[in-house]
């Protein structure tokens, strides 16, 4: 047994320094250098975008070689499943991944290069004033009820649904330039012009925001922003959803599986001409956590599985034997993070969100870099990572090519340096529990989403910490919707340990995380202008800067405005930041066409995926 032990030890050693070694050293020195590729085992380059007409319809051509129609994938997720399959509604990670499949934008982001290239849009024309983009639509789409996929599809879910602030209004938000909104022109059927107030460096990878079919919105939109918000809930009939993706849903049971079936209107063609997907179906299962998902891999009920910790270390020992192959993605493109409620303003009940007393210590900067010094990002990565992890204390993924490697590497874990920071502020111990000036003892709530283990467990290590300083931590995981609903809408909790996603390629998608009246600025969260009209001076300090970058063109210089971003959230900490997991895949060898990415994962082209 012992020898054992020492066997899958050194095997996950050895996959620690190759995945390691594999990690970007260097930054590019231009915004639109290509992302190096991480996964070891990968050699595709794949072919040149193009588009080919044929009878009228510019169709997308896939870049794999054609493989077989027939079959299904399976993949899981892990909580309850999605509150909805509005896309342009959605405020979580799993209603997103249920509702985008079906549903394609005008551009997309290339897995393999980290490049804008056009999806529904045939071309981008960007004039030389950097303001114009002269946008055509792919001819002869069609929606999967057989009506034609037009520009008055495109004015519309952009003029009335973005810019009007209809569902999740986070788009709507990043596209703000002093106070303005770019404006959208219908040029013909299959032409828009978007102009913006002013040179706009993300604009392009803003449109990645899927269209909406008008001729079913439309009628929804005039009748309210509530009855837009509760259009294609959960308990929708699947034959109701008009669709654009690859994949149209077929059956939905709630905390069971989500099931989708091909498009057949899909746009997309092999190099033999043949329509994809080539799936017949694709399924995901709603596991519940990720070790019931582990399981469900192991018993052939899935075809693919994220692996962490000592899992990793496990299936690479059996993988020769097997019928799956794993893969190494490089870091996590999100960020893992820790944090406290910092708002001081009362509800429209007239009570605090937070209670004074807890709102003294979490808006306290000492008590804030005690809690950071505290936490033993090391002990995470080791024993819950099993050392496939890296620490992490910047809002940029390690991957990032905007990381500050100046603050990357931040410090190690130092109780000292926390009771030192405690005292300044007037804390004092006594029986070896916290106490702040005024006599309160320190204890408050810590809330994640129950069934993502790995959170369950950063959970319980940071409630340990905390307790070395003597700090009361009732750790309450709860189930996942619940936990956004305390986030975004009624603001009631102490402290979370949650995730972003994110992107190594632009830091402006977080905007809304940012900008303190941003959507998901869940440390500080405002539901009125008035509320946003009292803000902290860093708060305003980042205003200024997402601004700032936003309008700057030189990447150096951006690069620049996005390292002092960075400075400021490490030394204020609103979020602190607790490590960034290497990513491994595992997926069946029974599928052709899988050539996974740093930036796109296993199965980013589903569409091209196939039995063998």
């Known amino acids: ?40 085992e990968q050699n595709y380059t794949p072919y040149p975008l193009q588009t080919k007409s044929i009878n009228g319809i510019d169709y997308l051509m896939s870049r794999s070689p054609a493989g077989k129609y027939g079959g299904t994938l399976v993949t899981g997720t892990i909580g309850e499943g999605p509150k909805t399959f509005n896309s342009w509604n959605s405020m979580d990670a799993t209603s997103s991944q249920a509702a985008d499949i079906m549903f394609d934008a005008l551009v997309s ?15 981008i024309k960007v004039l030389p004033d950097n303001r114009t983009y002269i946008i055509e639509l792919r001819h002869g789409l069609k929606w999967s009820d057989g009506k034609p996929i037009t520009a008055d599809d495109v004015f519309f879910t952009w003029n009335t649904i973005v ?48 269209i909406a079919p008008k001729h079913i919105l ?42 989708y079936e091909k498009n057949p209107n899909y746009y997309m063609l092999d190099e033999k001409g043949q329509k994809l997907p080539y799936l017949d179906k694709y399924i995901i299962l709603i596991v519940g956590d990720l070790n019931n998902e582990l399981l469900k891999f192991k018993s052939g009920e899935l075809d693919t599985v994220g692996l ?43 009570k605090y969100y937070v209670n004074p007393t807890k709102q003294k210590w979490f808006g306290d900067i000492n008590f804030r870099k005690a809690v950071d010094y505290a936490i033993d990002r090391e002990n995470m990565v080791f024993n819950i990572a099993s050392g496939v992890a890296q620490p992490l204390f910047t809002p940029e993924p390690l991957s990032s090519i905007y990381l500050n490697k100046k603050i990357a590497k931040g410090h190690p874990q130092d109780i000292n340096k926390s009771r030192e920071l405690l005292k300044k502020s ?34 319980v290590m940071i409630k340990q910490d905390l307790e070395e300083l003597g700090m009361t931590v009732n ?32 830091p402006f998608g977080g905007k809304n995380v940012w900008y303190s009246n941003g959507t998901l600025h869940v440390f500080n969260m405002r539901k009125t202008p008035e509320e946003n009209k009292n803000i902290y001076t ?75």
């Not at 770019?182 to 899927?210: A, C, G, H, M, N």
């Not at 529990?433 to 959970?459: H, P, Q, W």
């Open 1 to 40: 047994m012992r020898k054992k032990i020492i066997y899958i030890i050194a095997i996950l050693l050895l996959i620690f320094l190759i995945i390691t070694g594999c990690i970007r050293k260097d930054l590019p020195e231009q915004e639109e250098s290509k992302t190096t590729n991480t996964v070891s």
């Open 109 to 123: 982001t290339d897995a393999y290069t980290g490049e804008v290239y056009p999806r529904l849009a045939k071309s």
């Open 163 to 210: 810019f009007g602030g209809y569902g999740n209004t986070s788009t709507r938000d990043t596209m703000y330039i002093d106070d303005k909104l770019p404006k959208i022109e219908k040029l013909d059927k299959y032409t828009v012009k978007f102009t913006t107030p002013v040179p706009f460096s993300p604009f392009l990878r803003q449109l990645s925001v899927p």
């Open 218 to 259: 439309e009628p929804i939109t005039k009748q309210g922003k509530k009855a837009f918000a509760s259009f294609w809930g959960s308990n929708t009939n699947p034959s109701d959803f008009v669709t654009s993706g690859a994949f149209k849903l077929k059956e939905y049971v709630p905390a069971q599986r989500i099931v």
């Open 308 to 350: 962490r910790g000592t899992n990793v270390a496990i299936f690479k020992e059996k993988e020769k034997f097997s019928d799956y192959k794993i893969y190494n993605l490089g870091p996590d493109t999100g960020t893992m993070y820790f944090a406290f409620n910092l708002n001081t303003r009362k509800n429209e009940n007239g």
């Open 426 to 459: 007037g804390f004092t111990w006594k029986k070896g529990k916290l106490f702040d000036k005024s006599g309160n003892k320190v204890e408050f709530d810590l809330y994640t989403n129950a069934g993502n283990t790995e959170r369950e467990s950063i959970g």
């Open 475 to 506: 750790f309450k995981p709860i189930e996942f919707n619940t936990l956004v609903n305390k986030l975004v809408n009624t603001n009631d909790f102490d402290a979370v340990i949650m995730g972003f996603t994110g992107s190594p390629l632009e």
């Open 538 to 612: 860093w708060e305003a300090q980042i205003n200024k800067l997402f601004d700032k970058a936003a309008l700057e063109l030189d990447f150096n210089k951006r690069k620049d405005i996005y390292n002092q971003y960075q400075q400021i959230v490490y030394d204020i900490k609103p979020i602190i930041y607790l490590y960034s997991p290497i990513r491994i895949s595992a997926i069946k060898k029974k599928f052709g066409n899988i050539h996974p990415t740093e930036l796109g994962g296993v199965i980013h082209n589903i569409e091209e995926v196939y039995v063998k």
